[in-house]
């Protein structure tokens, strides 16, 4: 009989301690899949989603970051 496994998703507030939980987690042997760091990466400089964006006349004010 094989396990299905458990899917987790941690979220909360600057300084919640997200970080020292996800750590933990993956010392516990957990995989840890970091959206924050995916985010960052194709939507920095040179990043994939930036043409889409552009194309889409997509902006951080438009999306709601300030």
Not at 38 to 55: D, E, F, M, Q, S
Request: net charge positive.
């Amino acid at each position: 009989m094989s396990q299905t496994p458990l899917l987790v998703g941690l979220t909360g507030g600057i300084g919640s301690g997200k970080s020292q939980v996800s750590a933990r987690l993956e010392q516990l042997g957990a995989a840890i899949v970091d959206t924050d760091l995916i985010a960052h990466a194709v939507t920095g400089p040179g990043g994939a989603a930036l043409p889409c964006a552009r194309k889409n006349n997509l902006s951080k004010s438009r999306v709601g970051f300030h």
